[in-house]
């Protein structure tokens, strides 16, 4: 206590005298720190840092071009040394030994392997990709080690989950009913394809903390399935039962203005799969009353922009943007078939040559080609 209390004198003269720029990055590098410090000795704090600093990290990168993401990249490096480490002493391996370990292995590899594909147009491109493609999939033996011992680490970091995904769908209902915030706003009319992609039947598609309302859809559709999971199938108090489900009603709430039909698809595709996993009678009765009411609810005719979008999720002969989507699918395929190995990692795919993502095409939509997969 007393080094902190000498230590706030200089650092109040330095955030008085830098400037409110070099102040506040001064007090976030003093503040993370001795947290970055701290995951390197405990690894479930170290996942919880991760899951914070990514939805931190997404929601910052609208409004700077710093490299805020090595942050997340530091955590994994703090993390995994910390591991490796302790394992000098433990040598023990078994929370790695699993069939789902083999899987993430066999992925790391092949995408350290597209190093060496030959139709490969930068090697700097697959540098820069395999970053998000491949070292962020260490996360998956960190938790396997966090967790390998305790449930009660478990059943934090799935709270923290369900707590960060709540907060996001509650903001993601103050942007739609009090608004964005003057920096949202401008960031999102600041680019016209962007606000293209925003602005739809007469109003914004929201994004919450995330980068686009498409990412922001997806979670809150399997958030949801994930709290109605919990609700028909845990043995919980009544007053955790009626959380869940004021959490799921707010999920699909707010999923509902993203105007994402991939999320539309996964609710009933989640709740299929789930009721015929686990072939309860309740479940299935209640499946097959909601899957009559969600037929009518599709078949409903509708003025509003909203509903439209959720019914044509499930009618997409008759969407445009699907048609799109499937006239791409069949330019590219020429490419993707004489090219098994794709075009490397962080190349394009343009018309049928692969170029670079600065390449331009006006009669071609810049298409990612990561691993040759249409």
């Excluded at 070099?22 to 991760?50: D, W």
């Excluded at 369900?162 to 993601?172: M, T």
């Excluded at 009603?249 to 996993?277: D, H, N």
């Excluded at 006239?327 to 170029?355: D, R």
Aim: include cysteine; proline fraction near 4%; hydrophobic fraction near 55%.
């Amino acid at each position: 206590m007393v080094v902190l209390l000498l230590a706030a004198l200089p650092v109040a003269w330095l955030l008085a005298t830098l400037g409110l720029k070099t102040g506040i990055i001064l007090y976030l590098v003093v503040l993370g720190l001795p947290l970055v410090a701290f995951c390197f000795f405990n690894i479930t704090f170290s996942v919880g840092m991760m899951l914070a600093v990514a939805v931190m990290v997404v929601f910052g990168a609208k409004y700077t071009g710093a490299p805020i993401g090595t942050l997340l990249d530091l955590l994994i490096l703090v993390s995994t040394v910390g591991i490796l480490l302790r394992q000098i002493k433990e040598r023990n391996w078994a929370f790695a030994k699993h069939p789902m370990s083999t899987m993430v292995l066999i992925w790391l590899y092949y995408n350290i392997l597209q190093v060496l594909n030959p139709w490969a147009e930068s090697k700097m491109a697959w540098l820069f990709t395999v970053r998000s493609v491949a070292v962020s999939l260490f996360v998956y033996f960190i938790g396997a080690y966090a967790f390998k011992n305790s449930k009660k680490d478990l059943f934090f970091i799935l709270k923290l989950i369900i707590g960060i995904c709540f907060v996001g769908a509650l903001y993601g209902l103050k942007q739609q009913y009090f608004g964005f915030s003057a920096q949202e706003q401008a960031w999102i009319m600041s680019d016209k394809l962007r606000f293209e992609l925003y602005y739809q039947w007469g109003m914004l598609r929201i994004p919450s903390f995330c980068y686009d309302p498409t990412t922001f859809g997806i979670l809150m559709a399997c958030f949801a399935m994930f709290c109605i999971a919990l609700l028909v199938s845990g043995q919980l108090r009544t007053s955790r039962k009626i959380v869940l489900a004021l959490m799921a009603g707010c999920a699909l709430w707010a999923m509902a203005f993203t105007g994402t039909r991939t999320a539309f698809a996964l609710v009933p595709i989640g709740a299929v799969c789930y009721a015929g996993m686990i072939l309860n009678g309740r479940v299935l009765l209640i499946s097959g009353i909601l899957t009559v009411l969600g037929a009518g609810f599709v078949l409903k005719s509708t003025s509003s922009g909203v509903i439209y979008r959720i019914q044509s999720a499930f009618n997409p002969s008759k969407d445009d943007s699907m048609n799109l989507r499937l006239g791409n699918q069949k330019k590219i395929q020429p490419y993707i078939q004489s090219h098994p190995f794709g075009g490397g990692l962080g190349s394009w795919v343009c018309g049928a040559n692969a170029l670079t993502p600065t390449a331009n095409s006006p009669n071609f939509p810049m298409i990612p080609a990561l691993c040759g997969w249409p």
